[in-house]
């Protein structure tokens, strides 16, 4: 599956369960769709049983309510069995937790998503994830 | 209370509120959702509490009032959309009504002109005329106009192409309903009427197309017989 790129935003898939979503400026109900879109097809996937989303936010900008929704839709619908969000700034971080916490409370067991600085921390617990589901 | 005196508040609450600026943000206004409990508090943070419980509220009627706003405005986008369809196949009847190719006799046909014909009428007319000389292998043509009242320069313009056409097909024209007032005009604008037969009435121009298409050996007075 090749990468997408909608906007300023690029959906990438990089390895065999990640998707890697390169976040840059503003992200909108398009932006959001197309994340959408694309992880539909990698449910399709027969090979994918746990996938893993990975964001990297360092040049986000913001979120608008639309997409703050549509997010909220996918972090329900729990595609992803996890979900890891590198380099967010402040307001940025702020604005993804309202999302994941929001999507907690009206779905108990919402998408895991945890926040990093850096990319191999991030990495470093999806192998950890990988290794919980393995035992 | 000072401005400086220092309040304690549990995380619990700050955690109930943050919840509550969460759903909002994602527009999840049911209030069996986002309404803080009264905590029988009086202090700062109640009042915070309660204040955020008035907003949500405001912010849900008028969420819902927008939403029926959007729903009306969608019903009646709706109401609108099937009215142009409306229009738009009224317009396509219409067009057709006023552009009739009529079949007279064998191998006539007439186009009875009504009203003011204007440049896209004028060629969905030539188009079905030609069609039918073409493919429907009529061989002799009535342009009637004994429905139109006036003629202008490019009308009159319309009226000669559209024979001008026909007759590139091999078919014989004939104009009839030619009013004094239409021959006036047609005189005026210089429409050179060489090769097309004007005629007062349209029985005129059936009897001249009849006499077009008897056999030579039937042929009589006026208009010299064809071969077909």
């Known amino acids: ?30 932006e959001a769709d197309a994340l959408f879109a694309f992880t539909e097809e990698l449910r399709k996937r027969p090979d994918n049983k746990h996938l893993f989303l990975y964001i990297d936010v360092h040049a986000a900008s913001g979120i608008d309510s639309r997409a703050r929704k549509r997010i909220s839709d996918l972090t329900k619908a729990r595609p992803y069995t996890a979900s890891a969000v590198v380099g967010a700034s402040f307001p940025i971080r702020v604005a993804i937790e309202l999302i994941v916490n929001a999507a907690r409370l009206l779905v108990k067991d919402a998408t895991e998503t945890r926040f990093f600085d850096t990319d191999v921390e991030a990495r470093a617990w999806f192998a950890e994830v990988r290794g919980n589901l393995a035992t | 209370m000072s401005d400086e005196a220092t309040v ?10 943050i919840d509550v600026l969460s759903l909002i943000s994602l527009d999840e206004l049911d209030p069996a959702l986002t309404t803080i409990e009264a905590s029988g508090q009086t202090d700062v943070v109640a009042y915070l509490e309660e204040s955020l419980n008035v907003f949500v509220r405001e912010l849900a009627e008028s969420k819902q009032d927008r939403d029926v706003h959007i729903a009306r405005l969608e019903e009646r986008s709706l109401e609108l959309a099937a009215k142009l369809e409306t229009i738009e196949r009224q317009r396509e009847a219409i067009r057709a009504m006023s552009t009739p190719v009529i079949e007279l006799w064998d191998e006539i046909v007439t186009l009875p002109i009504v009203g003011t014909v204007d440049t896209e009428r004028a060629q969905e007319m030539t188009t079905r005329l030609l069609d039918a000389v073409g493919r429907g292998g009529y061989r002799c043509v009535i342009l009637d106009l004994t429905g139109v009242d006036i003629v202008d320069t490019s009308t009159a313009d319309h009226f000669i192409q559209m024979m001008r056409s026909a007759q590139l097909l091999g078919a014989y024209c004939v104009v009839t309903g030619v009013s004094p007032e239409i021959a006036q005009t047609l005189v005026q604008v210089g429409a050179d009427l060489g090769g097309i037969r004007t005629l007062r009435t349209l029985k ?25």
């Open chain 1, 1 to 30: 599956m090749s990468a997408r790129t909608i906007g300023d935003v690029t959906l990438d898939f990089v390895s065999p369960d990640v998707l890697e979503v390169r976040w840059k400026g503003s992200f909108g109900a398009a």
């Open chain 2, 8 to 17: 304690t508040v549990t995380q619990q609450r700050i955690q109930r509120m």
């Open chain 2, 204 to 228: 005129d121009g059936l009897k001249a197309c009849m006499q077009y298409l008897r056999p030579a050996s039937a042929g009589a007075n006026g208009e010299p017989a064809r071969k077909r």
